[in-house]
């Protein structure tokens, strides 16, 4: 199975660092940040209003490696 999974990187008004978005088709899924030394990298996960989210967890967790990935070259 596979979800399409999105990693990419952005830079938002309300961050003093760069994020790395989540997204699966047009939705995002989550936002993960590098907050501060003390409190280490964040994740936010979005969930939906009306159900669950399914993913397959080996797409995720290629997608949390990339992530991860691009957070460590920022």
């Known amino acids: 199975m596979s979800d399409d999974l999105l990693v990419q990187i952005a830079s938002l008004p309300d961050r003093d660092n760069v994020v790395v978005e989540i997204f699966q088709s047009d939705r995002q899924l989550a936002e993960v940040y590098y907050e501060s ?4 990298v964040r994740i936010q996960i979005f969930p939906l209003k009306d159900g669950v989210i399914d993913l397959d967890l080996t797409d ?6 990339k992530v991860k990935s691009n957070l460590m070259n920022c």
């Open 37 to 40: 030394e003390e409190e280490g």
């Open 60 to 65: 995720f967790i290629s997608a949390l490696i």
